[in-house]
């Protein structure tokens, strides 16, 4: 064992699989080290696994071996005392499946070992305690996956000859890899289903068998249920589609209670569940958590002042979401996807020989739901750091009159048709209306830096109006 090594982590072959070099000092009364030190190692890119259980498997001979055992939790394996060969074997869905890691730990060496990758180890020294930090409890009830220690396919090259070694009769009969059922990706969970977004997320992510998508009818994140109605600990995420959207109608007394029991109570309801399972939750916020007045694109960490409940009621959910340590917030403005929207609402004025009145004075840039959906999964696949993004088309500001005009030009249509109102005239005769914020533009220089690209609104609103998104 070496003393005095720095900190470093290490990739290996095996995606997620990462190799940590302890730093171990030791002087004649013996030695010490910082076994597992969170903030440090997720420094060096250790998932936050939040382990809940310690276990430790004491090996009385040299020779005994264990394993391969993937099991449906992350771990983080070392050794107290000792040494061993330890063996890893990526039995998950994916290109990599069937791929072996090998390496001696001693105790200053620890291996991060992530779900569904199969972990064995022998034994080099008598008296060996090998110790593992899990993210979930052990349960009779786990599904396990094996994989056979003599697989020929896999050919690990054990220090000491299985035949010479020590094994349990279990290990002895585990299956050979081709044999093996490839462990599942952990699933991932979309409400809101049949919504703008949810159709979009159906179209971007339907092909994937580990995505699963309910709507209100099978899933209302307004009710107690949904708390006890999966098995949490076989999912990854939660994308939450799903959302109160009847801007006017939330401030009628009826529409203002339903508005806070889906947008902040259900969300609280989904926050938990991601809190207490390790998920990360994706969720989808507004430019109506702004009063409007801004004068430039509104960063993410611009004050919030919602004007209306609806806007309210979005910006405590946002809260919310915010304390879930595994969190994405991608806050978005004038969305446009299948389903009723203002673009579609224009189209077929034009189409009906309609002239508009449509309001002038409130500025910002459309947000397609293809558009959402591919920054969800860029979020998901590329993980940047935790917190708000926002995410909207790019290019120059556009009040909803311009908006409409580009629709009828687009369509052929006289776009002089359209008639430009305030919002005061526009809404002079409602019984009921929100007050909505003037300004709704969002500043995208967050999400670019991670390699995101956004489109320009005037050519996705082209495309749109073609059917090509």
Known sequence: MEFGKSLVAHETPIPGLSVFELTVNGDNRGWFKENWQRSKMVALGLPDFRPVQNNISFNDKRGTTRGFHAEPWDKFVSVATGRIFGAWVDLRQGPTYGQLFTIEVDPSRAVFVPRGVANAYQTLDDGTAYSYLVNAHWSSDARYTFLNLADETVDVRWPIPLADAELSSKDRTHPRLPDVEPVAAPRILVTGANGQLGKALRRRFGHRPEFEFVDRSVFDIGRDEIIGARNWSEYSAIINAAAY????????????????????????????IAHQYGLTLVHISSDYVFDGEAQEPYPEDARVSPLGVYGQTKAAGDAVVGMVPRHYILRTSWVVGEGSNFVRTMKQLAERGIAPRVVGDQWGRLSFTADIAAA??????????CGTYNVSSSGPPRSWAQVARNVFDLLGHDPGRVQEVTTLEYFANAATSAPRPRWSVLDLRKIQATGFVTADSDERLAQYLRGEI
């Open 245 to 272: 959207t009847a801007v006017d109608q939330a401030e009628t007394s009826e529409g203002r209670v339903a508005a806070w029991e889906t947008n902040v109570i259900g969300v609280a309801r989904l926050a938990d």
């Open 376 to 385: 969800v999964e860029h979020l998901l696949s590329r993980r940047p750091e």
